[in-house]
């Protein structure tokens, strides 16, 4: 029979389920809880965990209890929230943007570089966005429901679009970009989104 790991956090045998991995922690086979399901940190305090550290259910819940880590996505335990918190909605935009860059500069054969945008215009940069996204929920006059659960995965999406438009864009290497106020405008735009959607549902369901 198949033992999990001890728990890194507080020690329990056999227990550990949930691993992490940079910015996210994923539920492994064996979870009653976690399995399948994603989670994103939104502290800078993770519990002395680092990359590949393998915590239980238990200390999981801990983890969302103390507002260290959200769900984002859950593919077989229980769904993920409808609504994210702002923190989880930049940190997930940043998580895609910044891996996106990395693959888009490794096919361009860029070692490690930012982009220089010619001309310097962000509003040209998210245009091409929901260009390539056609689910940004957060553009002007965008009146698309993001699905039940699956708007951590959606940030995650347009934050990579974006990092594909900003390349696309780029005229040559910078490695000072930052994609953190594209990320920090998304989320305020997200936390209007699910409060227009909250607030149809209310409607529709009070009729």
């Known amino acids: 029979m198949h033992e999990a790991p001890t728990c890194k956090r507080c020690g329990a045998p056999d227990s550990a389920v949930v691993e992490t991995y940079g910015e996210v922690l994923h539920g492994h086979y064996g979870s ?16 002395d965990l680092v990359d590949c550290d393998v915590i ?6 801990v983890l969302i ?16 929230p409808a609504n994210l918190s702002k923190e989880a909605y ?13 693959e ?7 070692a490690s570089a930012g982009a220089l945008l010619t001309p310097d215009d962000p509003d040209a940069v998210e245009d091409l966005r929901r260009t390539l996204c056609r689910k940004d929920p957060t553009g002007p006059g965008t009146k698309q429901m993001p699905a039940e659960g699956e ?13 594909t438009a900003a390349l696309l864009l ?38």
Not at 185 to 200: L, V
Request: aromatic content about 10%; hydrophobic content about 40%; charged content about 25%.
């Open 56 to 61: 239980c259910d238990a200390c999981t819940e």
């Open 32 to 47: 009653t809880r976690f399995d399948g399901t994603s989670l994103i940190w939104v502290s800078d305090d993770h519990d």
């Open 104 to 110: 888009i500069l490794m096919f361009r054969g860029f």
């Open 151 to 163: 708007t951590g995965s959606l940030a995650i999406e347009v934050g990579r679009s974006h990092a």
């Open 170 to 207: 780029a005229t040559q290497p910078d490695p000072a970009i930052d994609y953190t106020k594209p990320a920090e405008i998304f989320a305020e735009q997200m936390i209007e989104s699910d409060k227009f959607w909250d607030e149809a549902i209310d409607i529709l369901t009070a009729k």
């Open 90 to 102: 930049r940190r997930l935009f940043l998580l895609g943007a910044n891996t996106m860059h990395q």
């Open 65 to 80: 209890e103390r507002g260290k880590a959200e769900i984002y996505h859950a593919a077989f335990a229980a769904p993920a």
